[in-house]
């Protein structure tokens, strides 16, 4: 056989051999605890909460509006710079708008509040599906549509008609609401974004203690 193809095969056999051994140990070695990111809150686990649980079990009522009012402050600052980050963007996207358009926006921001007042019915408790997916369900949707921009983009072209000069420039507001959305995400503890649109139902999640039992307690 000729002795370059020799060194040449032996280099190739070497070469495999070590590759397969880098992949056996790759496979079967314990995977490490993936480090917490933006966004981990989101996963159903139980992290260090007690009152996240699966669906298969109660959720702690009790020990989730305890959490929310110990959290108040840091949910209300957290919520206060969300709202600020919004109202600028809407700010500058209706500086974007045509009359007409601008016309839509307001209706559709009035039907918005009017349905958001009537969906938060004060003494009709909260069902555990109804807990759960303001707490898991509604952040994350939320967090798809700031991260992923053309979702964003494409369902305001089509509320509003957007032109091509408007989409582009639309676009360029979505990018730096993202930054700073995401900058406050990472700068906040995780129960903010989860707790944060919980915490205005805190009066539907658990039943008041009558006051003959709490003077019994004491």
């Known amino acids: 056989m000729n002795r370059r193809i020799l060194v040449a095969l032996s280099t190739a056999a070497i070469f495999l051999a070590g590759y397969a051994t880098g992949v056996w140990h790759e496979n079967n070695q314990p995977l ?52 600020a980050i919004d109202q600028s963007f809407t700010v500058e996207f209706k500086k974007l708008l045509t009359d007409e358009q601008l016309m839509r926006f307001e209706d559709r921001a009035k039907r918005r509040e009017l349905s958001r007042s009537k969906g938060n019915k004060h003494g009709t408790l909260l069902s555990d599906a109804e807990i759960e997916a303001l707490m898991w369900e509604l952040p994350a949707r939320n967090l798809i549509g700031e991260v992923v921009l053309p979702l964003r983009l494409d369902m305001l072209s089509r509320e509003y008609k957007l032109d091509d000069n408007q989409k582009t420039r639309t676009n360029d507001l979505l990018k730096q609401r993202r930054t700073l959305v995401l900058t406050l995400i990472d700068s906040s503890p995780p129960p903010s974004v989860q707790l944060m649109r919980l915490a205005p139902y805190i009066q539907r999640i658990a039943k008041p203690v009558p006051a003959a039992e709490t003077s019994v307690s004491k």
Do not use: C, M, W
Request: proline share 12%; glycine share 4%.
């Open 32 to 83: 490490p605890t993936p480090p917490v990111t933006v966004g981990a809150e989101f996963g159903h686990s139980k992290l260090s909460y007690p009152f996240a649980t699966h669906r298969d079990h109660p959720i702690n009522r009790n020990e989730l509006v305890a959490r929310i009012q110990d959290l108040k402050p840091q949910l209300e600052e957290f919520r206060s710079k969300l709202i």
